[in-house]
Nanobody, 125 residues
Framework: QVQLVESGGGLVQAGGSLRLSCAASGRAFSNYVIAWFHQAPGKEREFVAGIRWSGSSTDYADSVKGRFTISRDNAKNTVYLQMNNLKSEDTAVYYC??????????????????WGQGTQVTVSS
């Protein structure tokens, strides 16, 4: 049973920082993509960032480039999302998701088999 557990959300002022964690368990993730999505009230869930478990490939939504950094710690089976210079529009529930890596797949639009329960990020202006 694959489990993804997010943590690290909270309330922060605009311009502040948070680091989200996604702890993965239940299988070997060496050939997986782990991605972060967010969903604001009344809006569709959107891709934020993704990372391949092996290698150095990453991808970011345009809205977070230069502000957010995705990384992983293989020893801890954990993927992080460092969020800097937060804006009110970053307020959302943040989810991590996992899917086996396939060459040529679009991480932003592909189906993900595994999802965490989400963690709330609220940015006050």
């Amino acid at each position: 049973q694959v489990q993804l557990v997010e943590s690290g959300g909270g309330l922060v002022q605009a311009g502040g920082s948070l680091r989200l964690s996604c702890a993965a368990s239940g299988r070997a993730f060496s050939n997986y993509v782990i991605a972060w999505f967010h969903q604001a009230p009344g809006k569709e869930r959107e891709f934020v960032a993704g990372i391949r478990w092996s290698g150095s490939s990453t991808d970011y939504a345009d809205s977070v480039k230069g502000r957010f950094t995705i990384s992983r710690d293989n020893a801890k089976n954990t993927v992080y999302l460092q969020m800097n210079n937060l804006k009110s529009e970053d307020t959302a529930v943040y989810y991590c998701a996992g899917q086996s890596f396939k060459f040529g797949s679009n991480w932003r639009r592909q189906k993900y088999d595994y999802w965490g329960q989400g963690t709330q990020v609220t940015v006050s202006s």
